[in-house]
């Protein structure tokens, strides 16, 4: 065979490729224009004025074929700094977890894969035991019999159970205590607000962070509140007394709901089991990667008598004509084929496929195991919390207990302390004046379990190192 490849069969190929970055050859543009009957590519822009057309070639670089794209890409990325380059202590919200390999691997089968709402509950119970599975495994985590199939976020899940609040009792008001994820609160304000409800919130103990439940008790001596709201751990990474709160709201006819990381249930009384009617969470630390920040999946549990105002979808095992054991979409009220205006919320999607990495995270780890993941993340913080509080000039910017995050107060502003721990090499964590405005030497600190006995002592030695070149 002639191994020379003949020149014009190459001027011809290279004639007939793409040209610049147009994707399309001139064959392509001529069989498009002869269908809109036009004759040049001109005549298809003659709407657009002309002292707003850019008269010339864009200024952009030659092109590239793939690998060299690849290569440049590459190159780009290794400049970043990410969780795989630096030991990270970031957390607020959004944490670094081991996620096993059977997570990915069962995740990313073909029939989750693509995973939608199963309409066709014949054609779809894998997909629907799958959830049916999430609902059971996270309701007994989070300590409330009724889990709806998800929603897009911690943040959107809080904001659905003030809704859930306001609907269930006819009132317009929720009470929040203040040390609750900024995002969160901006959430709140995008999607209570507009419907007519007033967000009250309220400070926190100044020394120990907690929800100031006393002031807390005096907003529900009105009879216009619909329910309070709180976060546990919160923006200091203190553990809220749920069950003192909880009480107090019984007290006063109003109904509780409790955002809460969902790890600290294995190491603590969930809040459902503390007499919180509503238990929502960031569903993210149970198998889902940072990813920049998202997709991530929002929970809600309820009580019993709150599940005809959860959003969403509820999956149920029920029997067909013939007595055969199935599964079926038992609840999906929804504006867009069911309930439409009459619809519990607006949320259309839900994140069926990280609800099945959660549920495949929960079962492979065991009740067991993940109890000793949340030990091991509450005992490397009190490990880093204890060798931090030995160096002189910092203290604990508030006293409550903590599970796998805490504030401390730095000597030096903690944007700085940062930029510095960055160099060597560590993301030392979030500055509390992004969350909470008035703290700029504040920064809270998050620590797992896959942060080794070495990692945490590094972390002292970096922040002793860091504080002392003042």
């Not at 793939?66 to 202590?89: G, I, K, P």
């Not at 959107?156 to 159970?161: D, R």
């Not at 709140?188 to 607000?193: G, I, P, R, S």
Request: aromatic share 6%.
């Amino acid at each position: 065979m002639n191994q020379r490849l003949d020149a014009s069969i190459l001027a011809n190929a290279i004639s007939d490729s793409p040209v610049g970055y147009n994707v399309h050859t001139a064959a392509d543009v001529q069989a498009m224009l002869q269908v809109m009957g036009l004759q040049s590519v001109e005549q298809l822009f003659e709407d657009v004025p002309a002292q707003v057309r850019l008269l010339r070639e864009l200024d952009l670089p030659p092109t590239l074929n793939e690998w060299q794209l690849m290569r440049d890409v590459r190159v780009m990325a290794d400049m970043n700094a990410s969780t795989l380059t630096h030991a990270s202590f970031l957390g607020g919200g959004a944490y670094e977890h081991y996620i096993p390999a059977v997570v990915d691997a069962i995740a990313s089968r073909g029939e989750f894969l693509t995973a939608y709402t199963p309409y066709q509950p014949e054609m779809s119970q894998g997909l629907l035991q799958a959830l049916f599975e999430f609902q059971t495994l996270v309701g007994k985590l989070l300590g409330r019999e009724c889990v709806n199939c998800s929603v897009y976020d911690g943040a959107t899940a809080l904001a659905e159970a003030c809704w859930m609040m306001c609907s269930a009792t006819g009132k317009r008001r929720v009470v929040v205590a203040q040390a609750v994820w900024p995002e969160y609160q901006e959430v709140l304000a995008t999607y209570l607000l507009p419907r007519g409800v007033t967000v009250d919130y309220v400070l926190q103990d100044p020394v120990t962070g907690l929800a100031d439940v006393a002031a807390m008790a005096a907003k529900l001596a009105g009879n216009d509140v619909a329910g309070v709201v709180l976060q546990s751990p919160n923006a200091f990474g203190v553990i809220e007394d749920v069950g003192a709160l909880s009480g107090v709201c019984k007290q006063s006819g109003v109904l509780l709901s409790v955002c809460v990381n969902p790890l600290l249930c294995g190491w603590i009384e969930a809040p459902g089991q503390l007499g919180a009617d509503i238990v929502v969470c960031e569903g993210q630390p149970l198998g889902l990667p940072l990813s920049a920040g998202g997709p991530y999946i929002g929970i809600i549990a309820c009580a019993k008598p709150l599940e005809r105002y959860l959003p969403g979808r509820l999956v149920g095992r029920v029997h067909d004509l013939n007595g055969q054991l199935g599964y079926a979409l038992v609840k999906e009220d929804r504006e867009q084929h069911v309930a439409r205006d009459k619809a519990t919320s607006h949320i259309c999607s839900n994140q069926a496929l990280n609800a099945i990495r959660v549920a495949v995270y929960l079962a492979c780890l065991g009740e067991r195991n993940f109890m000793q993941i949340a030990e091991v993340n509450a005992a490397n913080a009190v490990m880093l919390r204890d060798l931090l509080m030995a160096l002189p000039g910092i203290k604990l910017l508030r006293t409550g207990v903590h599970f796998n995050e805490f504030a401390i107060e730095l000597p030096i502003p903690a944007t700085e302390f940062c930029a510095r721990m960055k160099r060597l090499g560590v993301f030392a964590g979030v500055p509390v004046a992004e969350l909470l405005a008035g703290h700029q030497r504040g920064l809270l600190i998050a620590v797992n379990e896959t942060k080794t006995m070495a990692d945490i002592k590094a972390y002292a030695k970096h922040t002793k190192a860091c504080v002392e070149c003042v």
